[in-house]
């Protein structure tokens, strides 16, 4: 490819790769905010600052107050409840914003190999799978500290600087979400990979893995994180049979997905192919190959597979390729440039402020639970849970089930499906909401419960969505 080639393709990838990042950030900080997780950590932040102790039990809900509680991400609990309490929903689509931004940056410096291996990873990652980062959730957020591993786990020098990030590293992961178990993995690999450092990247995997012991929970977090990939019981097993999410990425969690997601993981597979016809990067083929495995199991680790095929194998690829990017085009400054018009982007979040979703009750939610008596039982549907908590929470009122899932027991949270899904209606559901201590519902106007509930209500017709419903 001659040089004025070059230099076209060159340009071609980074408008994609500027593209990608300012759509994804503008996207961000203007929807609307749909996650009902952000509003139940935030809420469990505020107990936290309150009290100055952890959550230890389920005492958002009055099914089962008592039922022991992993609070896994406290960490990042205060942090949402100052930031919901001083900016509202505006902190989230702020959040969700920066992460773009954080996961463009991390691409574009942090993935190991030639300048232009990172270009080609961030232009692939960042339009196929990027729409998943549109979200403040921690599972999310938690891409962060898994790409900046990869970027220490496989990076040319492993010296005493790698070592202590990488220790650093696997501290805040393992108490801001439960995927921490990857990062010595990661380093594990890495060490495989590498031609140089092997003994410092080894003793980097057994001290992360060390660093796992470094956290609130004890062993209920290992016990915890066992549950959600497929052993235990309980309210996570019934999450797990139910939520999109966890099902396989190739049946009913195709829906999870992105369509592009599909088209990325296609591509990243046949590289992975191509590497191990040609006997090259067999470690970052088989630590591809095992997020892989886990997104085909659980439809959730599918922007992970993309992240380790992004940043692993399109630089492997890259660097037996006979195309050489023009170097002016790929240098340092030109790529951090890359990132400004995106950063720009974030802050609209704060000028133009951020709505929460309809699915979350939208507006109106609020002046409804206001009309809550203290200390009421309410049932909200899956979504409204977290969002109820953090408004009410404080004058006592306690919820019937929320999207946490493995603080309830089988029977509850196997109920609270039920309901949601329509296969308990009628007198059978209030007669198990009453047998629950169920005061109060919160409900569309146009679900089946509601229409069943509208003919024992006397109070004049209203045009709102939603409606609280006193349960006789």
Known sequence: MNRRASRYAALALLILVGAASMMSALTASRRGIDDPDVFWIAAAGRQLLHHGSLPRENFFS?????????????????????????????????????????????????????????????????????????????????????????????????????????????????????????????????AWDAREDRRARLGASAGAAATMILQPHGAALYELVFNYVGVGAGGADVARARLLEFQPLLGAGARFVAPTAFAGLALLTLLALGLLMKRRALARVVLFAATLAMALLHARHADLAGLVGAMLLVPAAAEAATWRPAADLTSTRVRALLLVPAALLSMAALVGGARVDDSLGGAELPALLAQLPRDAHLYTPFALGGRAEWLSS????????????????????????????????????????????????????????????EADETSAPTDRAWRIYRLP
């Open 62 to 190: 009055f099914t089962a107050p008592h039922a022991p509680w992993v609070m896994h991400e406290w960490l990042l609990g205060p942090v949402y409840a100052l930031g919901l309490g001083h900016l509202g929903p505006t902190f989230f689509a702020l959040l969700a914003a920066l992460t773009v931004l954080a996961m463009a940056a991390l691409l574009l410096f942090a993935t190991p190999g030639e300048a232009q291996g990172k270009v080609l990873a961030a232009a692939l990652f960042l339009p196929l799978f990027g729409v998943h980062l549109i979200s403040a959730r921690p599972m999310v957020l938690a891409l962060l500290p898994a790409a900046a591993m990869l970027g220490l786990a496989f990076s040319p020098r492993f010296g005493p600087k790698q070592f202590a990030l990488a220790l650093g590293l696997e501290l805040v992961w393992v108490n801001v979400h439960g995927s921490f178990p990857l990062g010595p993995l990661f380093l594990l690999v890495g």
């Open 394 to 453: 404080e004058r006592g009122v306690r919820v019937f089930y929320d999207s946490r899932n493995d603080c309830y027991p089988a029977d509850v949270a196997t109920l609270a499906f039920d309901l949601e899904d329509g296969r308990v209606t009628g007198d059978d559901a209030l007669s198990a909401l009453r047998a629950a201590g169920t005061t109060q519902l919160l409900l569309q106007r146009d679900s089946s419960l509601a229409r069943r509930l």
